[in-house]
């Protein structure tokens, strides 16, 4: 008997309680579905349904195995995904990328909890931009990255959108140190530090103009990304850096430097898990649980939860 | 052939705005052309209107249709949209012609499925195949086209726009999916129209007269700030999609034909670097087709 596949039509009809839609799901007539179970149920000497003219309810035997068999076609996709690494003469090999701004906690977390959900399969992590890690994808150099948002998702599928919300790093002698949560406006006169454009162009500009929004129009913007060219930056030439809380480059004991919240969080990074449509596998999947699970908890990262009022101008042409 | 230098600065104002652009620009009477992925396929979106202005004059040249004919336009049933009869709120009655300028000056959806409705979607696809436009495909009309958008979008509407996930599975965003075509296809269709082949004379400056009404200042037309310079096109635009294409004359009979065709990164809904950059590209375009 294929277990694999009486598995899924279990696993199918389980989660329809529907012997019509689980055929439609997996793609096949209902009468072969039908005798599938009915293999199964003599092969493990179980009945894991029990079937009325109207419905399928799952029996209490079926509950304790389903959470088993699941686990099982995970391994099995896993297993598969490998194989189809191995055979594209990838090795056992996951291609992942991880931007620039995500803190050595966070890369910690993730490559503990990756190698807990799928031990058998190597996770090969690369530090590079939104811009880097689209290009990966469309030259089958990179298999799933962790991306800034807007950025053009042509192509791609995601996982869940997480904000960062940014707080300012600041001279510990700026008059703003002093409060508990900075004003965006109140940092008029300072130039911005931020990363080069060319590594995410959307993310900067829409950054540059939610600084506007907020009052804040930097009369010059200085570029740079390491955290101590950052931190020379700001202490020498009278500019204020962005960052997410955890990724800040002060420590509270730091004597020149200070982290604080913008009041009213009016910025923030915007990060999914991405891959090219269709390429998706468990690997992919466990890695795309992985790092939600790592931003999640080592990031202060979490779900948008109010999203900003739209204004369509009659320019756009469309409306719905 | 389009010079190296020509390409890298279409490549960096297309860069410098935060979009991905398509261009093909020809001069209408040399034939010498300009291009950066002319023949990419693209969404046409409202640019797909040009289109409908063509089989309709086509119709009326070969005496199957009146242009001057009167129809009504109840509240009801209207295609959405911001301008002209889709933003009224009472009965209209007017002209097909006088349909066809609200379709090409604002724009006006409701206009455009009235017209495609009277001449057809098949009548469409035969004008374009006729002219030669063999990558131009109109499977739709715009409330099909809008309702596909609001499928797409979920009970969140038109504030799901913005959101990355809803763009990723927009049907709408999909040249495979969509009224269709590419840059090269449309400048062709341009410079039939310009050049009265696509239709007779009289019918041809008709076409001509309402494609330089349209009210947008923003896109092409912000590439040519000069009083001297005449400018006619048709904008088409959809979440992350901006195009225009149109014809720039000149006042010493230099005339082109233009289409650029742009996708941003960004799915916010008001970006002014993305449209104007539109101007900025034919600019380049039509400063190399006129350079010495």
């Known amino acids: 008997m294929d277990l694999v596949r009486h598995l899924e039509c279990f696993v199918a009809v389980a989660e329809e309680s529907h012997f019509g839609r689980a055929a439609a799901r997996l793609g096949m007539a209902q009468p072969p579905l039908s005798q599938r179970i009915q293999r199964l149920e003599k092969e493990l000497g179980v009945r894991l349904f029990e079937r009325s003219s109207r419905r399928v309810t799952i029996t209490e035997a079926g509950t304790l195995l389903l959470a088993e068999a699941r686990e099982l076609l995970a391994r099995s996709d896993t297993f598969l995904a490998t194989a189809r690494r191995i055979r594209d003469g990838e090795t056992g090999l996951l291609r992942a990328a991880l931007s620039p701004d995500v803190s050595g906690r966070t890369v910690a977390a993730l490559l503990s909890d990756f190698r807990r959900r799928h031990a058998g399969l190597e996770l090969e992590l690369h530090e590079l931009s939104t811009a880097e890690q689209l290009a990966a994808f469309t030259a089958h150099e990179l298999d799933v990255g962790v991306i800034h948002h807007p950025c053009d998702v042509t192509g791609l599928e995601l996982g869940p959108i997480l904000r960062r919300d940014l707080g300012v790093l600041l001279p510990r002698e700026a008059p703003q140190a002093t409060d508990d949560e900075v004003p965006l406006a109140s940092l008029t006169g300072y130039d911005l530090v931020l990363f080069p ?36 930056l700001v202490l020498s030439s009278g500019a204020v850096a962005l960052g997410p809380r955890d990724t800040q480059h002060a420590d509270p004991a730091d004597p020149d430097l200070v982290w604080r919240p913008l009041a009213g969080a009016p910025l923030a990074w915007r990060h999914s898990v991405a891959w090219p449509r269709g ?27 109010t999203a900003r009022p739209l204004h369509l101008r009659p320019a756009s042409e469309y409306w719905l | 052939m389009t010079d190296t230098a020509t390409t890298g600065r279409l490549h960096a104002a297309f860069a410098d705005a935060g979009v991905t652009g398509w261009l093909h620009a020809v001069d209408i009477d040399s034939g010498a052309q300009v291009e950066a992925g002319a023949d990419q396929p693209v969404c046409t979106a409202s640019v797909h209107k040009v289109c409908v202005l063509v089989t309709l004059h086509e119709l009326a040249a070969a005496g199957e249709i009146d242009l001057t004919e009167q129809v009504e336009c109840p509240p009801a049933g209207r295609t959405p949209g911001p301008t002209g009869l889709a933003a009224m709120l009472d009965p209209v009655r007017l002209s097909l012609r006088d349909a066809a300028l609200l379709m090409m000056s604002v724009s006006d959806n409701t206009a455009a499925d009235l017209l495609l409705r009277r001449v057809g979607l098949d009548a469409v696809n035969r004008t374009t195949a006729r002219l030669g436009l063999t990558r131009t495909r109109t499977v739709y009309g715009f409330a099909e086209m809008l309702g596909t958008m609001r499928e797409d979008a ?33 400048t062709r269709l341009l410079s039939a129209l310009w050049r009265d082949e696509a239709c007779p004379s009289e019918y041809g400056a008709a076409m001509r007269r309402v494609m330089s009404l349209q009210v947008w200042p923003h896109r092409l ?72």
């Open chain 1, 197 to 232: 454009r060319a590594h995410a162009p959307a993310v900067y500009d829409d950054l540059l103009t939610a600084c506007a929004r907020g009052g804040y129009t930097p009369a010059a913007v200085r570029h740079g990304q390491g955290a101590s060219f950052v931190r020379g």
């Open chain 1, 279 to 305: 390429r998706g596998d468990a690997a992919v999947d466990a890695f795309a649980d992985a790092a939600t699970h790592a931003l999640r908890t080592t990031a202060d990262a979490r779900t948008e939860t």
């Open chain 2, 154 to 186: 979920g009970p969140a509407g038109t504030r799901a726009l913005t959101d990355p996930h809803v763009i990723a599975r927009l049907r709408a965003l999909d040249p495979a999916r969509t009224n269709r075509s590419t840059p090269r296809d449309m």
């Open chain 2, 221 to 292: 037309a912000s590439g040519f700030p000069f009083d001297d310079v005449h400018v006619a096109g048709k904008t088409g635009s959809l979440p992350t999609l901006r195009n225009e294409v149109g014809v720039v004359e000149y006042p010493d009979g230099g005339r082109y034909a233009v289409a650029v065709f742009t996708r941003t990164a960004n799915p916010a809904a008001t970006l002014p670097a993305a449209d104007a950059v539109i101007g900025t590209a034919a600019r380049i375009a039509v400063d190399a087709l006129r350079a010495p």
